[in-house]
């Protein structure tokens, strides 16, 4: 019923920027935030940054200060600025919809993309 796509990963060299982007769509009525987490090679699931409605975001410790999270909640878009990229930044970058609500109040499971891969070598 919902369905995120993410778009912007790319290989990129250390000290460069990337901006992500991710769309939800399909049976919305709203949501209540959306946010970026990645998998890194032989890591787990980590929270990136993650940005509510009304445009509050709240960031992994590490991440703070290099990346910026935005939302345009009008077209269930989220953007992730990431900047000065370091090695350890290669990862999967996966969009998270959390608590969404359909048109008829009906409230769904968080959904998820399928992922956008950013390599950050030289």
């Known amino acids: 019923q919902v369905r995120l796509v993410e778009s912007g990963g790319d290989l990129v060299q250390p000290g460069g920027s990337l901006r992500l982007a991710c769309t939800a769509s399909?049976?919305?009525?709203?949501?209540?935030?959306m946010g970026w987490h990645r998998e890194g090679p032989g890591k787990g699931r980590e929270l990136v940054a993650r940005?509510?409605?009304?445009?509050?975001?709240t960031y992994a410790d590490s991440m703070e200060g290099r990346f910026t999270i935005s939302i345009d909640y009008a077209k269930f878009t989220v953007y992730l600025q990431m900047n000065n990229l370091k090695p350890d930044d290669t990862a999967v970058y996966l969009c998270?919809?959390?608590?969404?609500?359909?048109?008829?109040?009906?409230?769904?499971?968080?959904?998820w993309g399928q992922g956008t891969q950013v390599t950050v070598s030289a």
């Open positions: 399909g049976n919305i009525y709203s949501l209540y935030a």
């Open positions: 998270q919809a959390l608590s969404i609500v359909t048109p008829t109040m009906q409230h769904l499971p968080d959904a």
């Open positions: 940005i509510t409605s009304l445009g509050v975001p």
